[in-house]
């Protein structure tokens, strides 16, 4: 099968296209032919080597979580899918096993290629609704859970003021439609005032403009956690500081103890799984065919996105 290949630790522009054995499963798994996938930073991240010490890779290692298609496969014991059902979700490399939760992890051969293998029983692979694309099932997983993890875990308040950190990027776009009814002000590029505005933004501001005063909360979908002082100051005392970004947030990385600040990371589907995202609007900003699949990770890295990029079958 075609797929996209990182045959060692490098940058993305090192990857490439090549033609791969079939993966097969095994023993409560699914076999997927991939429709379409989306791109996330640990696609890049892992074969970059940002991960090493934690998870070592064996090469050749296909990138990619985020995927809809049709189950072409089913290994024994599978009773929740048969051969044809359209299907989608989210999984992670077999090499992050470790920190993949303690429930029912979900894990892939990597989804930028013609097939991949899942585990079945996981709250974060479902069916796919008939009345939700391809593409925006593949873009939505990943963002989707963040998006709706960020919302259970905040419980923001139509008359609070949000300040949204990394606005344009694929969990932002798919954040600002639920901050329903409170005052949002989101960071971007100019280019993005106004698809941010349409998406539920009241004000855009520079990534280096001056953040407002008096925020009652704030999510951090893009920064280092220890680069966040401006937002800590952004903050009223007892506002909230909400993060999906490492290291663990440490008080002392803010240098105030009267405001909270989280990590929000639901790895075990605690907070809701696919079939709660499927009622999602994800933001897709563009699409590759599969043999630009490396032209896609490459742009993801080195170009400003908004939304998310989609790489179809």
């Known amino acids: 099968m075609k797929a996209v290949v990182a045959t060692g630790y490098g940058p993305p522009e090192r990857f490439t296209i090549a033609e791969v054995p079939i993966p097969r499963p095994g023993p409560g798994q699914i076999q997927v032919r991939i429709a379409a996938a989306s791109i996330n930073p640990v696609d890049v991240r892992l074969p970059g080597g940002d991960y090493r010490g934690v998870a070592e890779l064996t090469f050749p290692h296909i990138p990619g979580n985020d995927f809809a298609g049709t189950v072409s496969e089913v290994g024994a014991g599978v009773t929740g899918y048969q051969m044809g059902d359209e299907v989608f979700g989210h999984a992670i490399p077999r ?36 009345g939700l694309d391809v593409a925006d099932a593949a873009a939505l997983p990943t963002v989707g859970l963040t998006a709706r993890a960020l919302i259970a875990t905040a419980a923001p308040k139509p008359d609070d003021t949000i300040l949204v950190i990394g606005a344009s990027g694929g969990v932002g776009t798919t954040l600002l439609p639920l901050l329903t009814g409170a005052t949002v002000i989101a960071t971007g590029r100019p280019e993005d005032v106004e698809p941010l505005r349409a998406r539920g933004a009241t004000e855009v501001i520079g990534y280096d403009g001056d953040y407002p005063s008096g925020v009652d909360l704030a999510f951090n979908l893009v920064l280092p956690s220890d680069r966040l002082q401006r937002v800590g100051r952004a903050l009223r005392p007892g506002g909230r500081l909400y993060t999906i970004t490492f290291p663990m947030p440490k008080p002392e990385y803010l240098d105030r103890d009267d405001v909270l600040f989280q990590l929000v990371l639901d790895v075990d589907g605690r907070l809701g799984g696919m079939r709660e995202v499927a009622e999602l609007t994800p933001t897709i900003g563009r699409r590759y065919p599969l043999d630009d699949g490396v032209r896609a990770l490459t742009d993801f890295v080195r170009r400003h996105t908004l939304g998310k990029l989609v790489v179809t079958g």
């Open 95 to 130: 090499a992050l096993k470790a920190i993949a939760g303690a429930g029912r992890p979900s894990l892939t051969t990597g989804t930028l290629a013609e097939y991949a293998v899942f585990e079945a029983d996981t709250p974060f692979i479902a069916h796919r609704p008939a």
